[in-house]
């Protein structure tokens, strides 16, 4: 009686093993897509930009930081609304009289831009020619700065955030007025609980660029403008690569790595022969 069955393997039967597994790219590029995720950002399709009383005579009154440094970053605001196209509210507070017209920067950027004037309301968000130019806008993200924290900034962000805005308030371009630090941090403090997002202005040009690599399509406006002259650090960072790739930063001819020392055609500083013979010199004659 045969107890076993000896079967004799094929071809037909050798099934070859297949990596059905997907790598982590594979499984990053179906599951997950580029620049999405679960909290909603600001885009220059669905953001408004609110410059409020940043006029020539306010600007005194600011006390936390040098007004140049204010004024620096609300045109990097500015400049970055009009690069990428998102529309921008501009409004002064009783401009004919101490308080002063805009800055002119700020009118220089937008000639077609009407300013909202108002003849005291200090709360922008309560005249209601701000409101309705708000409103006609048709977005519900609000990009606002404005020339003091304490109220330019505080007071319509607060109104805004219950008629169901999402309020972001700029702070490196909002001045706080004397005592700076403790008026800067009441505010921050307060707008914070009402549920404003505190922002710099940087950090807004990031989150409504949010790729580079758009910015790079269409010549580095953004960067190679308002972040190149308003935040020097990256400006400068700029400069270096822009001058690497541009073939600037070569040694000279005569310069061989590793070898080359000084060539006579500048002195070196703190020539070590040269000091020590004017020691020499001054033991030898104290007049020297």
């Known amino acids: 009686m045969q107890l076993f069955h000896r079967h004799t393997t094929t071809p037909a039967d050798i099934v070859t093993p297949t990596n059905t597994t997907p790598n982590k790219e594979e499984i990053a590029m179906t599951t997950y897509r580029e620049n999405e995720g679960p909290a909603e950002t600001l885009t220059p399709e669905n953001s408004v930009v609110a410059l409020i009383d940043h006029q020539v005579g306010l600007m005194s009154l600011i006390d936390d930081m040098p007004a140049e440094q204010v004024k620096n970053n609300v045109l990097g605001l500015a400049k970055t609304a009009k690069t990428l196209g998102v529309p921008v509210l501009v409004t ?7 308080n002063g017209p ?3 920067e700020i ?8 300013v909202i004037r108002r003849p005291g309301v200090i709360n922008a968000y309560r005249w209601p020619a701000f409101r309705q130019a708000l409103e006609a806008t048709g977005r519900k993200h609000v990009i606002i700065a404005a020339v003091t924290d304490t109220t330019c900034l505080q007071f319509p962000s607060l109104d805004m955030v219950l008629d169901g805005y999402d309020v972001h308030a700029v702070i490196d ?6 005592p700076g630090q403790i008026a800067r941090e009441a505010t921050i403090a307060t ?11 940087f950090s807004v040009a990031a989150e409504l660029v949010a790729d580079w690599r758009r910015d790079e399509a269409n010549g580095w406006p953004l960067a190679a403008g308002a972040v190149h002259d308003h935040l020097p650090a990256w400006g400068y960072l700029l400069d270096t690569a822009m001058a690497y790739g541009t073939g600037q930063m070569v040694a000279p001819d005569w310069f ?3 070898q080359s020392g000084p060539t006579g055609r500048t002195q ?17 004659d104290p007049q020297v």
């Open 173 to 178: 371009a909002s001045g706080a007025e004397a």
């Open 191 to 201: 707008l914070a609980h009402a549920g404003v997002k505190l922002r710099t202005w």
């Open 268 to 284: 070196p500083i703190g020539d070590a022969t040269r000091g020590a013979a004017r020691v020499t010199a001054a033991a030898e």
């Open 102 to 104: 805009i800055l002119p």
């Open 107 to 114: 009118q220089a950027l937008f000639p077609d831009v009407e």
């Open 92 to 98: 002064t507070s009783r401009d004919w009289g101490p």
């Open 256 to 258: 061989v790595e590793g």
